[in-house]
């Protein structure tokens, strides 16, 4: 059974580009969420989707925006880009049914972005 | 207070060792915790899933838990130098939805 699949690795991008970033879940998977990881502020979420719907949503600028297809594949996109906006960006699959195992998530290798 | 907390460390302790990780949380209402283990420039893995009161046994591996005092735990027999590495606590928020809320982690440091 594949993995979590992250695209891609790394990202050198401009600050005021924008960039987007895709996820690929465990198959059977319909939550995605998206975090931050950053050596100062450890692993902050940002959202998560479930059958194509925004369900959660951290405390991220708008800037910061999502989407999900009806393969439960993800995208995140970041306009705009800040030099703080450098860190690696993860996402995590899990069934995101109620009930204690569908909510085990699994991470992806992550995305490596520099802003410069 | 933060809504999920573990002592940064560097918590060194020697090989075959019982490594001792502490995390509480905030939310009374939690219902689900994590233990995921993070090699330096890797993504955090899942290492353990509790969620009722008591203990938990995989392996070398034991997880805590105590709803009444907020507080889990995270037990690593016979440590090993593989061992270290940065432990995340996450806690999953009331409703059983999709919302994990992660410590800063506890980096583990296992001295041969």
């Known amino acids: 059974k594949a993995g979590v699949t992250q695209t891609p690795r790394y990202l050198i991008k401009t600050r005021g580009q924008q960039v987007t970033l895709s996820c690929s879940p465990i198959s059977g998977h319909r939550s995605v969420s998206w975090y931050q990881q950053t050596p100062g502020q450890g692993l902050q979420f940002l959202f998560e989707y479930f059958s194509e719907t925004q369900r959660n949503k951290g405390n991220f600028p708008g800037r910061f925006s999502g989407r999900q297809f009806s393969n439960s594949r993800s995208e995140m996109n970041v306009s705009t880009l800040e030099l703080g906006d450098s860190a690696l960006y993860l996402c995590a699959s899990s069934h995101g049914l109620k009930g204690q195992k569908n909510t085990e998530a699994f991470f992806g290798q992550g995305t490596r972005l520099t802003v410069v | 207070q933060k809504e999920v907390e573990q002592n940064s460390g560097p918590l060194s302790v020697p090989e075959g060792a019982i490594a001792s990780l502490n995390c509480t949380y905030s939310d009374r209402g939690s219902q689900s915790f994590f233990w995921y283990r993070q090699y330096s420039g890797k993504s955090p893995e899942l290492i353990m899933s509790i969620y009722s009161n008591g203990d938990k046994e995989d392996g070398r591996f034991t997880a805590q838990l105590n709803k009444a005092s907020q507080y889990v735990s995270l037990l690593i027999r016979d440590s090993q130098p593989s061992d270290s590495a940065t432990y995340l606590c996450?806690?999953?928020?009331?409703?059983?939805?999709?919302?994990?809320?992660f410590g800063t982690g506890t980096k583990l440091q296992v001295i041969p």
């Open positions: 996450a806690v999953n928020g009331p409703g059983g939805y999709q919302k994990v809320t």
